[in-house]
């Protein structure tokens, strides 16, 4: 689990999508759903600004009775954005999806987003390293390795 997560990165695509905080939160979603993600980065020119999530849209918009054609994404996107390094090791972003309680982590070099870690990413991740080892594991006690 030493493994950084620039390492997890390079095994995805570097698109991340984004929209800007003057959209509506209805615009912002038929963009999530264009594009098939549960999360967008909003950005002020160049700059991280804020994360809109399906939570946010669960809890801040339908939840609050908004309407979404009427309500910016400025107005109910998260603004305190987690972020972490591509130094952050696999076992570190794992404790910060679970103790944050999210499921989505911009990770920044020098106050720029190089790239967007997801809980699913490290699930899938953990999946293929426990798949290789059982197998390396099996090979070893089959005797197919010297």
Known sequence: MNTPVSALLERKSPLVHAVTSTMTVAEAVAEMNRHHVGCTIILDGVRLSGIFTERDVLRRVVGAGLDPKRTCVADVMTKEIITITP????????????????????????????????????SRWMSDVHRSEAEHLKNYISGGLV
């Open 87 to 122: 130094d952050t090791v696999v076992e570190d972003a794992l404790l910060v999806f679970t103790e944050k309680r999210c499921r989505h982590l911009p990770v920044v070099v020098d106050g720029r987003m190089i790239g967007l870690l997801s809980s699913g990413d490290v």
